[in-house]
């Protein structure tokens, strides 16, 4: 059973910058994708980024591309999202999750709550 747990999550202004941060507790299986998810208050859960852990081959929401970046780390079984040029429509809970696909999600984090202020 894999655990996922998030970080780097909070507060910052319009145009500022977030490094959200996602720990798997076991090996992540080298087909899979690793993904990030966001969820508004009363919206359905959305799809942000994600990464294949094995050629890195990323893929990205139209509404982050060019603002945001995901990456790996092999070693420390980490992924990570840097958000840049943030703006107040990226305010949502962030979840990370990994699956055989994006359509076939098996695990997923609690959640780090991002907010950006006007």
């Known amino acids: 059973q894999v655990q996922l747990v998030e970080s780097g999550g909070g507060l910052v202004q319009a145009g500022g910058s977030l490094r959200l941060s996602c720990a798997a507790s076991?090996?992540?299986?080298?087909?899979?994708?690793m993904a990030w998810f966001h969820q508004a208050p009363g919206q359905e859960r959305e799809f942000v980024a994600a990464?294949?852990?094995?050629?890195?081959?990323?893929n990205y929401a139209h509404s982050v591309k060019g603002r945001f970046t995901i990456s790996r780390d092999n070693v420390k079984k980490t992924m990570y999202l840097q958000m840049n040029s943030l703006t107040p429509e990226d305010t949502a809970v962030y979840y990370c999750?990994?699956?055989?696909?994006?359509?076939?999600?098996?695990?997923w984090g609690q959640g780090t709550q991002v907010t950006v202020s006007s």
């Open positions: 990464i294949s852990w094995s050629f890195g081959v990323t």
């Open positions: 076991a090996r992540t299986e080298n087909s899979y994708f």
């Open positions: 999750a990994m699956g055989p696909s994006i359509a076939a999600i098996h695990h």
